[in-house]
């Protein structure tokens, strides 16, 4: 887009605000679906509008361009205000692509030269819904692993069981990224309670296999390590056959069937003696 070209596009923009914004508003209603309000939409609207006016004024626009920088801070604000209540891509480029739309309708069909114009002003709409597009991808990426994150943090809890016990039930696939989660939430709750002993119970996870196996006994070396004495429970019969078939070692570290019977043994080996009561019936 030329300066002339740029200048007669901010004049329609101008001239023609009332009713454009109108036009504008009215074709991005019928897609939103009643998601949003008609006070929010039309704000929104208003500083596109307005931030595109200033982008086009006095000068060759481009959007990546420092004229433009206004007009891309109100589509980065646009684009992450819907994909964090869950807008879909089209829903959030709708109130972008709309203003083609009230643009045709702003200019004189008949007139050759305000149709060359505005094919120069859909071009320009449409890098800025790209534009749009490409923020609103990088705010669901964004929260897409803020939410992965908090997840391993909710999925890997270390949980004291008694004094000096700490233990670390494990469920579902444990995998690089969540074995690291494991290992610093560990060994920083054993900095944290000077805790001798820490039970890994992975009664939940549906297989073992080799690079689980490394994961595991990689968090036992680095508790050791901290001083901590660590036992793995949950040893399944299927989970105890797959580990003897694929040749895992777990060396000289203590395997239960169960988290109480790894509780029993830690209380034992840190001196408690079990009793059992009998009531009188």
Same mark, same amino acid.
């Given at each position: ?43 929104? +609207? ?20 420092p ?21 879909t ?62 997840l ?5 809890p270390?949980?004291?069981?008694w004094?000096? /016990?700490l233990?670390?039930?494990l ?9 690291q989660? /494991? ?24 297989? /073992? ?22 036992? +793995?429970?949950?040893?399944r019969?299927? +989970?105890?056959?797959?580990? /003897?078939?694929?040749? +895992?070692?777990?060396a ?22 079990l009793?059992r ?5």
């Amino acid at each position: 887009m030329d300066a002339d070209v740029a200048a007669r596009f901010a004049a329609v923009l101008q001239a023609n605000r009332d009713a454009l914004l109108k036009q504008w508003r009215a074709a991005t209603v019928t897609k939103l679906r009643g998601r949003q309000t008609e006070a929010e939409l039309a704000a929104q +609207i208003e500083d596109v509008h307005g931030a595109l006016v200033q982008a086009v004024s006095g000068g060759t626009p481009d959007l990546y361009g420092p004229e433009a920088a206004e007009l891309r801070a109100v589509l980065t604000d646009l684009s992450t205000r819907r994909a964090r209540v869950g807008f879909t891509p089209a829903e959030t480029t709708a109130a972008v692509f709309a203003l083609k739309d009230a643009l045709f309708v702003a200019i004189d069909s008949d007139d050759a030269q305000q149709l060359r114009d505005y094919l120069a002003y859909a071009t320009f709409v449409d890098e800025m819904g790209v534009y749009t597009f490409e923020a609103y991808a990088k705010m669901r990426e964004s929260l897409i692993t803020e939410q992965a994150e908090q997840l391993l943090e909710i999925s890997t809890p270390v949980v004291k069981l008694w004094d000096g /016990v700490l233990a670390v039930p494990l469920v579902g696939t444990l995998d690089s990224a969540r074995a690291q989660v /494991v290992m610093e939430r560990l060994l920083q709750a054993l900095a944290d309670t000077s805790s001798p002993y820490a039970i890994i119970d992975i009664t939940g996870v549906p297989a /073992v296999d080799t690079q689980v196996a490394q994961h595991i006994l990689k968090t036992v070396v680095a508790a050791r390590l901290m001083g901590a004495d660590c036992i +793995i429970s949950g040893i399944r019969p299927q +989970i105890a056959q797959t580990v /003897v078939a694929l040749g +895992i070692e777990f060396a000289d570290i203590v395997t239960k069937a169960s988290l109480a019977d790894a509780l029993t043994h830690t209380l034992r080996a840190s001196g408690f003696e079990l009793v059992r009561s009998e009531r009188a019936g």
